[in-house]
């Protein structure tokens, strides 16, 4: 704790340079945010037109300006593909002049545009996206990783699981980056605890039909089946698992479950089913009345990413007043030697590596009969401490201590 | 000496695009553009419709991405390479594709092309989902540095003129001739004697190092290989734009390419990006059923009319 | 359990099993097209989307109008089949007499237009399907637990391909379809109404796709892409079977959901790809498919 002071009042003391050091000020006379996601595919309801709406939001309970200069917000469709993705973003910095970008969703498109926005020395605002690399062998000083990470999922929900005493586990995993991450760090937690890993299989992204893999899941004699995968295909493995009797002789366990997911679930299969998120809107009065803001203007409830696209967006506005420039640098300086504290942000604090670490939450879903309307669906279980639920930062990361 | 005139314009004007556009939505236009242009000279010329042509665009982005991220080669080489190991693999495909006809032929390029897209789903090397990201671009010959846009311009616009010269040569030559008599009436061409199959075979051939040519270029320009570029729909949207453009014109895939890829960055900016899938089918329809010889078939069945 | 060499014999009956249910689908999709294709001679690029339009009649009729999952099997095919009908009489027949590629991407037009459009109406993370009250639950078999909606969709595909086969191989109806294909003309002398076949036909062909995606509509989740991914699927094995003749199609739907069952109990990271793998040794040795005629 002592340690981490000296590196927050170090960073506070390089962003004062920094500040001092340059004519300050904001760069072209706007403070342009712009918002990539996935608008019409199948990650629009995670973060989508949402955290467009949520960024907006921030912007307008700023003041709309911030040191005498309006701020705008844009946005734009990645159609979860990298390629759309980090053009639009390499167009948004050479003609758009662009400051930061906020949303990013899937893993994919997130690691292109990183890249894009570092060597450009831009910042990249990371709402929605699980993989961890963002902070570990993909960080960059322009990083800022919000919302929650793989690492987090695993600890918030396997660990306990697995102390329980469920040891044996079988993965249906994803077939691709995010899938592999998740499992892979879900197996290392599994094995640090005692448990052991019994098989895994892994499924390509998008299946329609996994009565195959709910069959071989089946046969492992496994005590808990962990779905690591996201979105449609963990909706479809759990109805599978269901449908073929997996869920009565063994736990399944979704490892990244979204609020719009667990609502679309039949409470009848999902009912008690726990899941690790970073934000529910119905913690206490301060994220129901933000919540309730947002659903009138979009219509639904916030997702997590959505929630976290605010918090980010606030503390990033109010990192560029202090600094008073919205030079990338001395921003980032001043968002880690600064604490966020709001509706979403619990005993915060953003690290050198640029992983925000925050309470998550560990919940399960209700059943069917103790739901007081269609939004009503966890029970909050836990609050997992930041510093448990997020791993450690890796020195190599460790961007003020190198400079 | 009018068509020369004529090329020498669009030459000029070539040159001069990137002071006034953004020269990496110029460079996409060239690359899609070639991509056509390829693909056209089997559709247009020889009548085969592949319908998994962009598994040969994506491989030559694949196999430049890779080898420009891991060995440091030359840009130069890197092209020539991912070009290669798409005329490579067309070779394969091609010499099995032959062997069936029309809608056929459509079909087992779509499964094949298929099969390709799930090993690259799942090869290490191409990075999966992630794509290959970060791509350097290089220093041309080993001296020139093309990570500036308008250096970058210019030799894509060399790499396109090759192209369009090498199809412009291959349509004009005895062996182009050959391939449009197989067009009109094949069972005439095999009654002449002309092993048809090794014709359309090296056609095809020709045709997807072509495309994997601008697919290592793309790569080069976008920094970036992904699976995007080996998906059915890129396969479709290339048909598209020579249908629009005209296909068995020497121009048209050209246009139809500038014509896709302005409205794909109209409408992605906007609140329109879901209607992309929705406008480029009705494109389709209107072209197949009243504009089938497409803009510049049509451009020039009008000059033909009026002068 | 039992075992033969080392493998595991209940739970490959288990995997064979769920392949024949997947291959329940590739048959009703591949018969349609063999059909329209046997009459009109082109792909329908748009059965995919077809199927996937029946997905979604199933769930619309059944979240606006209360139409349950029986009443749903009879009519949505039947609206699938109207829907087709107008295309066939509206957009192909005025093409038919142009090459066949141009019909395949007109098709290929309206399957980008289908999806597009319902990507824009429902988004493309899917719909649920409740599985009807009669077929909850599941039987217990010595080597799996089937659930009982799995197993109707084996039967229900069978007795449509069934019937389907014998119209038209056995019955005088089917004898006038082969006939109108062979020779219009001459047909057209009889006093038969060879377009009228025709565009019934081609109805007939796009509603065994309807049927289908109505049967998929509980077990998939109902998403605009669920027709154009199942559709190359279906190409590959239409190569394989050849378009010889309706038995063919239906065989080989059902040979290749196997094969594709036994690949993902063997080799998973295959699984996607056998199919094609299939196709291409076929091409090799037998370029016209099992079934096909040599041209």
Redesign the interface.
């Known amino acids: 704790m002592q340690a981490m002071k000296k590196t927050m009042m170090a960073a506070a003391m390089s962003a004062a340079f920094a500040v001092t050091a340059q004519a300050g000020g904001v760069s072209d006379d706007v403070v342009k945010i712009g918002v990539l996601a996935d608008m019409g595919g199948v990650y629009a309801d995670i973060c989508g037109k949402g955290c467009v709406t949520a960024v907006e939001m921030a912007v307008e309970d700023f003041g709309g300006e911030v040191l005498g200069k309006p701020i705008e917000v844009i946005s734009a469709d990645d159609q979860n593909k990298p390629d759309v993705g980090s053009a639009k973003v390499r167009q948004w910095i050479e003609s758009e002049q662009v400051d930061a970008v906020n949303g990013l969703v899937a893993s994919s498109v997130t690691g292109a545009v990183t890249k894009v926005l570092t060597d450009a020395k831009k910042v990249a605002l990371i709402s929605t996206s699980a993989s961890h690399a963002f902070t570990t062998k993909a960080c960059s000083p322009y990083n800022v990783h919000w919302t929650y990470n793989v690492a987090a999922l695993a600890n918030g929900t396997v660990k306990p699981m697995v102390d329980s005493g469920k040891k044996k586990w079988f993965f249906i995993t994803a077939d691709y980056a995010f899938g592999h991450a998740l499992e892979g760090i879900a197996t290392k937690v599994i094995n640090d605890q005692g448990g052991e890993v019994v098989g895994a299989v892994r499924a390509p992204l998008g299946t329609t039909d996994f009565s195959s893999y709910v069959l071989q899941a089946q046969a492992s004699g496994a005590d808990v089946i962990g779905l690591a995968n996201a979105g449609t295909d963990f909706v479809n493995a759990l109805k599978t698992s269901a449908e073929f009797g997996l869920t009565e002789t063994a736990d399944v366990a979704g490892l990244l479950v979204f609020t719009h997911n667990a609502k679309a679930l039949d409470p009848a299969i999902a009912a008690g089913m726990k899941a690790t998120t970073g934000f529910y809107w119905d913690m206490d009065d301060q994220t129901r009345e933000w919540s309730a803001r947002f659903k009138q203007r979009h219509g639904s409830i916030p997702a997590m990413g959505q929630a976290g696209a605010y918090s980010m967006t606030m503390h990033y506005l109010n990192a560029i007043k202090a600094a008073g420039t919205d030079e990338a640098d001395a921003v980032m300086a001043m968002m880690k030697a600064t604490k966020p504290d709001d509706f979403f942000a619990r005993n915060a604090y953003l690290r050198n590596d640029g992983r925000m670490v925050h309470d998550m939450l560990l919940v399960s879903i209700k059943d069917a009969a103790s739901r007081q309307s269609d939004d009503d669906i966890y029970n909050i279980e836990a609050v997992i401490p930041g510093d448990v639920a997020f791993n450690p930062m890796m020195e190599s990361c460790n961007f003020a201590a190198k400079s | 000496m009018k068509v020369n005139k004529l090329y020498l314009s669009l030459f000029g004007l070539s040159l001069l695009a990137p002071l006034v556009l953004?020269p990496?939505?110029l460079m996409?236009v060239l690359c899609f553009a070639l991509f056509a242009c390829a693909f056209n000279l089997l559709l247009g010329f020889v009548g085969l419709?592949s319908f998994g042509h962009a598994i040969f665009l994506g491989t030559g982005g694949y196999i430049t991405g890779s080898l420009m991220l891991n060995t440091g080669i030359t840009p130069e080489l890197g092209i020539l390479a991912g070009t290669v190991a798409a005329g490579l693999l067309g070779a394969v495909y091609g010499k099995?594709a032959v062997?069936?006809?029309?809608?056929?032929f459509?079909?087992?390029t779509?499964?094949?092309a298929?099969?390709a897209f799930?090993?690259y789903?799942?090869a290490p090397f191409t990075?999966?989902?992630?794509?290959l990201?970060?791509v350097p671009r290089g220093m041309l010959f080993g001296l020139v540095d093309l990570s500036d846009?308008m250096v970058m311009y210019y030799f894509v616009l060399a790499i396109f003129i090759f192209g369009f010269w090498l199809i412009h040569r291959t349509i004009h030559s005895p062996f182009g001739q050959i391939l449009k008599a197989i067009r009109e009436n094949e069972p005439r061409a095999v009654s002449l004697g002309y092993n048809v199959n090794d014709y359309k075979w090296v056609a095809f051939i020709i045709s997807s190092a072509l495309a994997g040519l601008a697919g290592s270029t793309k790569t080069l320009v976008?920094?970036?290989a992904?699976?995007?570029?080996v998906h059915?729909h890129m396969s479709?949207e290339v048909?598209l734009m020579t249908?629009l453009g005209g296909m068995g014109t020497i121009f048209g895939p050209v246009v139809g390419a500038a014509v896709v890829v302005t409205i794909q960055n109209y409408l992605?900016?906007g609140e329109l990006?879901?209607?992309?899938?929705?406008?480029?089918?009705?494109?389709?329809?209107v072209?197949?059923?009243a504009f089938?010889s497409g803009i510049v078939g049509e451009f020039q069945k009008m000059v033909k009319k009026n002068f | 359990m039992a075992t033969l060499f080392g493998i595991n014999l209940f739970a490959l009956s288990g995997q064979l099993l769920v392949g024949l249910i997947n291959g329940s689908f590739y048959a009703l999709l591949s018969l349609g097209l063999a059909i329209i294709f046997g009459l009109l001679k082109i792909i329908n690029f748009a059965q995919g989307a077809m199927y996937m339009l029946g997905a979604f009649l199933a769930w619309m009729a059944l979240q606006y109008f209360g139409v349950n999952y029986w009443l749903a099997l009879v009519l949505v095919p039947l609206a699938v089949g109207g829907i087709a009908i107008l295309i066939e009489r509206f957009l192909v027949r005025p093409i038919a007499k142009e090459d066949h590629l141009y019909s395949l991407l007109l098709t290929f037009g309206l399957a980008l237009i289908l999806q597009g459009l319902f990507t824009q109406l429902y988004g493309s993370s899917g719909l649920a399907y409740q599985i009807p009250a009669e077929l909850k639950g599941g039987t217990k078999l010595p080597f799996m637990y089937l659930p009982n909606y799995r197993a109707w969709i084996i039967i229900a595909s069978l007795v449509v391909c069934a019937t389907t086969w014998w119209v038209i191989e056995k019955t005088k109806l089917g004898a006038y379809l082969r006939a109108g294909t062979e020779n219009p003309q001459l047909m057209q002398g009889f006093g038969i109404n060879v377009p009228l076949i025709t565009t019934l036909t081609f109805g007939f062909g796009v509603a065994l796709a309807g049927f289908a995606g109505v049967l998929a509509a509980p077990v998939y989740s109902v998403s605009p892409e669920m027709g154009s991914n199942i559709l190359i699927v279906v190409f590959a094995i239409v190569v394989i079977g050849g378009m010889g003749s309706i038995g063919g199609a239906i065989l080989t739907g059902l040979m290749m959901g196997v094969v594709e069952g036994l690949t993902k109990f063997f080799y998973p990271e295959a699984s996607s790809t056998v199919i094609f793998l299939v196709m291409v040794i076929v091409l090799l040795i037998k370029p016209a498919g099992l079934f096909g005629k040599e041209a």
């Open positions: 953004y990496v939505f996409k419709l099995l062997k069936r006809e029309g809608i056929y459509a079909m087992v779509l499964a094949l298929q099969l799930f090993f789903l799942q990075g999966g989902e992630d794509g990201q970060g846009n976008f920094q970036l992904s699976l995007t570029d059915w479709g048909v249908l992605s900016g990006g879901n209607y992309i899938s929705i406008i480029m089918g009705a494109i389709f329809i072209c197949v059923l089938r």
